[in-house]
């Protein structure tokens, strides 16, 4: 920060020496000049040059700047995207399994630091709600519906989660609210649990 603030400083006193130098070069330039045809519009021409150079200048490095933040900004969502998918893929490996086993256990505390990393507060703690009945039901071998309902019922709350963390400003742009879309994929949830 300090770097910064020093390098803003010397870059500002250089500009303003700069501009001070180059007004009185100009301007010195410009009325010797006065005695010469057409030397004050060759003068002119060469500092409309100048500002134009300088201006161009300032604009691209602006849009480097903002395209390398947004490509910054798209590699963390593809990296957020992926986590979430390995989670998602990895509970449902263990569900189709019906158990856990040490390297399940292993997997899920590694995938619990990635998303300690890049996961919203919502997500995080729909995970801890998650992962607590997860705990309290994967070992039982006789699961009662209403245990796996409830698992689903969380599962289903991490899932919005997710989904309003990846895509939440997408679905601010519909007709339909967060509320609207976490009742729909309860929903979703309840049909499928109704078919098993």
């Known amino acids: 920060m300090r770097k910064l603030r020093r390098d803003s400083a010397i870059l500002l006193t250089l500009s303003i020496v700069l ?6 070069f100009f301007r ?3 009325r010797v000049a ?10 002119l021409a060469f ?6 150079i300088l201006i161009t200048a300032v604009l691209l490095n602006k849009q480097t700047e903002v395209e390398v933040r947004k490509e910054g900004i798209i590699k963390y969502l593809e990296l957020k995207s992926q986590i979430y998918i390995d989670l998602l893929n990895h509970l449902e490996s263990i569900m189709q399994k019906g158990e856990a086993d040490e390297s399940d ?3 899920l505390k590694f995938l619990n630091h990635k998303l ?7 997500v995080l703690l729909s995970f801890e709600n998650f992962i607590r009945t997860f705990t309290e039901i994967v070992d039982d071998p006789h699961l009662e519906e209403d245990e796996k309902d409830r698992l689903m019922r969380d599962l289903a709350k991490l899932t919005i989660e997710i989904r309003k963390d990846l895509v939440g400003h997408l679905d601010e742009q519909t007709e339909f609210s967060h509320s609207a879309i976490a009742e729909q994929i309860k929903r979703n949830s309840d049909i499928l649990e109704d078919f098993d």
């Open 47 to 52: 500092v409309g040059a100048i500002i134009t």
């Open 28 to 30: 010195y330039a410009y």
């Open 19 to 24: 501009i001070a130098s180059s007004y009185i």
């Open 105 to 107: 256990v292993i997997k």
């Open 34 to 43: 006065d005695q010469f045809p057409f030397s004050q519009e060759i003068i």
């Open 116 to 122: 300690a990393i890049i996961a919203s507060p919502e």
